[in-house]
């Protein structure tokens, strides 16, 4: 059975800190791999994963992917209170990109 | 650019009755995809449409249906309801069923409570 787990499911730490969350999977046919942030309703889209290797960056966030064990992790460092958040990891499968298979997610707070 | 428009924001129903969420995709967007988000379950994938067609379906009953307007404009209906479909549900767009890198654009969602 197809699934993502993410690690820890809640995280809290202090404004400066530097946090890496984990994401595994186990996704048949498996495209490329996503993370999210989730503050309210909407997530919104950060980074997608397909190469192994390869560290996207965008400000204070980066991710790198690992096609051989499987997992992802999602690296914040100086983290701000306005990281505070769910922070999502999705696998994408199958025959198109519309088929994601969401890990629980990990809550991040961040404190002043 | 508009985002993605999923209409209403809250609605509340009673047992046994049916539902249509709304979701208007951002402009060029073809494909859309539905999610139901609850606290136990996370984010669980119900289809997706492309060109009015749906290519994947979810492991959800046939309660749960929906479809795709010329426009890309998408509905899913819920009928029979029960307690359990309580949940946010979200909607997300792609510029194509195989696009980029950019990922997929969510809504706000609908918030669903059924008493």
């Known amino acids: 059975e197809d699934k993502v787990v993410q690690s820890p499911l809640s995280l809290v730490v202090h404004e400066g800190d530097t946090v890496t969350l984990n994401c595994s999977y186990e996704?048949?046919?498996?495209?490329?791999l996503l993370w999210y942030k989730q503050e309210k309703k909407a997530p919104t889209f950060l980074f997608m994963l397909?190469?192994?290797?390869i560290e996207k960056k965008s400000g204070r966030l980066s991710s790198i992917l690992d096609k051989k064990e499987l997992f992802s992790i999602l690296n914040i460092t100086a983290t701000q209170t306005g990281d505070s958040a769910i922070y999502l990891c999705?696998?994408?499968?199958?025959?198109?990109?519309?088929?994601?298979?969401f890990g629980k997610g990990t809550k991040l707070s961040v404190k002043p | 650019k508009a985002g993605v428009t999923q209409t209403p924001r809250y609605l509340i129903k009673t047992r046994g009755q049916q539902v249509t969420l709304s979701c208007s995709p951002i402009?060029?967007?073809?494909?859309v995809s539905w999610y139901q988000q609850t606290p136990g379950q996370g984010l669980q994938f119900l289809f997706e449409?492309?060109?009015?067609?749906?290519?994947n379906k979810g492991n959800f009953p046939g309660r749960f249906s929906g479809r795709q307007f010329s426009n890309s404009r998408s509905e899913m209906n819920v009928s029979t309801l029960e307690l359990g479909d309580s949940a946010l549900y979200l909607c997300?767009?792609?510029?194509?069923?195989?696009?980029?890198?950019?990922?997929?654009?969510f809504g706000s969602g609908t918030r669903l409570t059924v008493v």
């Open positions: 449409y492309f060109s009015e067609t749906q290519r």
């Open positions: 997300a767009s792609s510029l194509l069923s195989d696009s980029g890198q950019d990922g997929y654009t």
């Open positions: 397909t190469s192994s290797g």
């Open positions: 996704v048949t046919n498996f495209r490329s």
């Open positions: 999705a696998g994408n499968y199958g025959g198109s990109q519309g088929n994601l298979i």
């Open positions: 402009s060029g967007h073809r494909s």
